[in-house]
């Protein structure tokens, strides 16, 4: 669990809260207030979620799209300050032992549904991912079946 606080910004355009990045972990479960920030990227464009009061956000982590082999797609998402009210959100990250080994699940996989992604263990995939930083690009790519 975490907390973030986005204090204001007289010039919100000229930073951002958390740049575009997926979660790597296999859920992530989001509280936020009501001041609007969460934005997702969905064709190419980065859309706004605004606050519903009383609920929770439930973002697809690079986990889930790896055991799905694809079928869920980790959400790729951003933060923006606001320039006259702070903003607050407390995500809950649900995360694989280190150890455990992380594949496409059995029954997903067969001759017409090969293996998008090659078994590794939760610890390499955290450790590629924090070497890379918060980036656009999905670190998934580097673990991709040959």
Same mark, same amino acid.
């Given at each position: ?49 605004? +606050?519903? %009061?009383?609920?929770? &956000? ?13 079928? #869920?797609? =980790? ?20 995360? +694989?032992? %280190?150890?455990?080994? &992380? ?13 998008? #992604?090659? =078994? ?27």
């Amino acid at each position: 669990m975490a907390m973030n606080y986005y204090p204001p910004c007289p010039q919100p355009e000229l930073t951002y809260g958390l740049p575009g990045h997926t979660d790597p972990n296999l859920i992530t479960i989001l509280l936020q207030d009501e001041v609007p920030g969460l934005q997702v990227l969905r064709n190419g464009k980065w859309i706004g979620v605004n +606050p519903i %009061p009383n609920n929770f &956000i439930v973002n697809v982590g690079d986990q889930m799209q790896v055991i799905s082999n694809d079928k #869920y797609k =980790s959400a790729h998402h951003r933060a923006l300050v606001n320039s006259e009210r702070e903003r607050i959100s407390i995500p809950t990250f649900y995360c +694989p032992s %280190p150890e455990a080994v &992380i594949e496409p699940a059995k029954g997903l996989i067969d001759e017409d549904h090969p293996a998008v #992604y090659r =078994s590794f263990t939760y610890a390499e995939f955290y450790e590629k991912f924090w070497d890379r930083g918060l980036e656009t690009e999905c670190c998934l790519d580097m673990f991709k079946a040959a």
